[in-house]
């Protein structure tokens, strides 16, 4: 033997390749493995058979030296469920593999009883079977899909008294095996067909009983999985009251029988229309009742003095109305009078301040040909045309210059404080008003 790698150049001789293969299998050792036996027989007192998974489709072939048979207490035979401690041996001169049986046994109910309540454990720990993950059903499902055997007993008893107490339910029925090896595969792929349907409000598994292992399939730990996982509400209709299987405990309801199954999904419609009637007669009395009450209490409220005699509401604010009313004509006649007494004192100011008053006095505005009011005689020199505003009027004149020696008459001179100080403003304002410039 060599441990330098195969090449094109340098290849492995056969007997290496498979000697190689024997010490790496060797190293393996015995393990327990589970099946079915399928193949059996007996060819100078050693044993030649097949063992298939109990799920996949997987075969090995196994073989049984005369000496381990002799130490069997049990016989066997195809069909027959087992587990064996196998050593894997390679053959080199023929250059193959089989499993060299030590020990075989049949895989007792006891045995059976226990793998399961181990794996019930394990489910329940991750929650499956709590109550919080359970759905209610819905109260009338349009459409029910049914997973059961075809032509079963158990469809016919779902079918017919789901139909006798709602006529027009509707079913969507997928046929599956309820027994054997095609029961996990078929059972999920159905789970997962109607899970998906979205007319499908709820799904019934339903198997017409059976012993304890024609049931174990649905004790299945994927089916079990595949159950949990849909969102479609699942009754599990499968054996009788005795029977728990797994698909039970996971269920969103347990159904003792298919018959069960089709009374708890669908409603009665005898039962309902009673309901109904007992509900109308419920809330017929509940509204008359309702209605007395409020007759009487409107005929209580009526008969109180404040309603017996309504007039008072409308006297009382109408002699509020009367009396506001006065109270703003008293305040609009004092606002008026108030305002009148104003305007005459702004009038008397403003007459006292006006350059009329002075005009009519006999004063005048003297203005040049600008607008300009004439202040002193040099603005005016000779045949300067001007302006003479008077008290009803006003003239045209002009300058013939300086008056030497003027004064003014000595009736004016009493006057002339007071008129000299107004003369200016008056002469501007009158100006103003004459509409000529400043």
């Known amino acids: ?109 006891g045995d059976l009883l226990e793998r399961l309540e181990r794996l019930r454990t394990a489910l329940a720990a991750e929650g499956l079977f709590d109550a919080s993950r359970k759905r209610r059903l819905p109260f009338l499902p349009g459409v029910v899909g049914l997973i059961t055997g075809k032509d079963s007993d158990a469809e016919h008893d779902v079918l017919r008294n789901a139909r006798l107490r709602w006529p027009a339910v509707d079913f969507r029925v997928v046929h599956a095996a309820v027994q054997g090896d095609r029961t996990v595969p078929e059972v999920i792929a159905a789970i997962k067909r109607l899970d998906a349907d979205p007319d499908v409000h709820v799904i019934i598994i339903a198997r017409g009983g059976g012993d304890f292992q024609n049931l174990l399939g649905f004790s299945d730990e994927r089916l079990v999985r595949a159950a949990a996982a849909a969102s479609t509400p699942i009754v599990s209709a499968i054996g009788h009251e005795a029977d728990r299987p797994l698909l039970d405990e996971v269920a969103d309801l347990r159904a003792s029988t298919p018959t069960d199954a089709a009374k708890r999904v669908v409603p009665d419609i005898s039962e309902e229309l009673v309901r109904i009637e007992q509900a109308r007669a419920r809330l017929s009395m509940r509204l008359t009742a309702i209605l007395g009450r409020e007759i009487d209490r409107i005929g ?139």
């Open 300 to 438: 209580h409220l009526r008969s109180r003095p404040a309603l017996a005699d309504t007039s008072w509401i409308v006297d009382r604010r109408a002699e509020d109305l009367t009396r506001w009313v006065a109270r703003g004509a008293e305040l609009i006649d004092r606002t008026l009078e108030r305002a009148t007494s104003s305007t005459a004192e702004l009038r008397t100011r403003l007459r006292s301040l006006s350059p009329q008053a002075t005009l009519d006095r006999g004063y005048a505005i003297v203005q040049g040909a600008d607008g300009h009011v004439v202040r002193d005689p040099s603005a005016a020199p000779d045949g300067t045309q001007l302006v003479v505003t008077l008290a009803e009027g006003a003239i045209a004149a002009v300058s013939r210059g300086e008056v030497p020696d003027h004064r003014a008459p000595a009736a004016d001179s009493a006057a002339s404080p007071a008129a000299g100080s107004a003369a200016g403003s008056a002469a501007d304002s009158a100006a103003k008003r004459a509409g000529g410039p400043e």
């Open 1 to 109: 033997m060599t441990d330098a790698p195969a090449t094109r150049d340098a290849p492995w001789p056969v007997a290496l390749l498979s000697g190689k293969l024997k010490q790496y299998i060797d190293r393996l050792g015995t393990v327990w493995v589970e099946g079915e036996i399928t193949q059996w027989g007996v060819s100078a007192g050693n044993v030649y058979g097949k063992l298939k998974d109990l799920d996949a489709d997987a075969t090995l072939s196994f073989q049984v030296w005369s000496s381990v048979r002799a130490r069997f207490t049990e016989q066997f035979k195809a069909g027959d469920r087992v587990i064996a401690l196998v050593k894997p041996n390679w053959w080199v001169k023929g250059g193959s593999l089989s499993m060299q049986v030590f020990e075989l046994k049949h895989v007792g109910l």
